[in-house]
């Protein structure tokens, strides 16, 4: 794919850095000449442009990209990135980092954002994730609330240790895409079979988290701080 990141601060960098590594196509738009450093990802197109100028993300071909991401430190900036990079350029795919929790009901479709992550709320889920074995938790919202990445931690004596992955019952709504075990990442098949301390990350309707926890008989949340969909 080729991918556009607004900002090439620590984050921007690792992003790049990852894409390239997986093979993928990056321009990296900065404002700020001392930030820009091609040594940190060579192969990597570096701009000097200002994400929030139609005129120089016009010049940087912006809409010759599959997926931007707006990674600024700076909520205003990739708010406005966001939409433009949506409405004016008609990239497909737009994901926006959320600086400010407190900000974040605004990342949505109305500005163009596909995905929005808020580290601070990531990282707090992910705490409620560690100490959470058996309960169901929100990692993301995908598409404006429409879906969730939600993470079940199997406990060690599960009941559905051993069995396929095939024999789960699951919500018509809901669909496994991750066992994490051991440190390894394994894409699920139908007969792969199930242990007890897999972390089993679904994609999920909010609507059939409910019919999940049922099906894979854990409980429900333990903290509304893993919800990824807090207005102000």
Do not use: Y
Request: proline share 4%; with cysteine.
């Amino acid at each position: 794919m080729k991918v556009a990141i607004a900002g090439a601060g620590a984050v921007g960098r690792s992003i790049a850095q990852e894409l390239l590594r997986g093979g993928h196509q990056v321009m990296l738009l900065e404002r700020r000449l001392d930030h820009i450093d091609p040594t940190v990802a060579p192969t990597a197109v570096w701009t000097h442009a200002d994400a929030c100028e139609l005129e120089t993300l016009e010049e940087a071909g912006l809409e010759t990209h599959d997926v931007v991401i707006a990674a600024t430190g700076d909520d205003k900036v990739n708010l406005v990135f966001s939409l433009l990079a949506k409405t004016e350029f008609g990239v497909g795919r737009v994901v926006a980092r959320v600086n400010d929790p407190r900000n974040e009901w605004l990342f949505d479709s109305s500005w163009g954002v596909d995905v929005a992550v808020s580290t601070p709320r990531l990282l707090a889920s992910l705490v409620e994730e560690a100490v959470s074995v058996g309960d169901l938790v929100r990692l993301m919202t995908l598409r404006q609330g429409q879906a969730n990445l939600v993470e079940i931690t199997l406990p060690t004596d599960t009941p559905l240790a051993g069995r396929a992955v095939r024999t789960l019952t699951l919500p018509r709504d809901a669909a496994l895409v991750t066992i994490l075990r051991g440190g390894r990442v394994i894409v699920p098949q139908a007969d792969d079979p199930l242990e007890g301390e897999d972390e089993l990350l679904f994609v999920a309707s909010v609507e059939a988290e409910d019919d999940l926890r049922k099906a894979l008989g854990v409980n429900g949340f333990g903290s509304e701080t893993a919800d990824t969909t807090e207005q102000d």
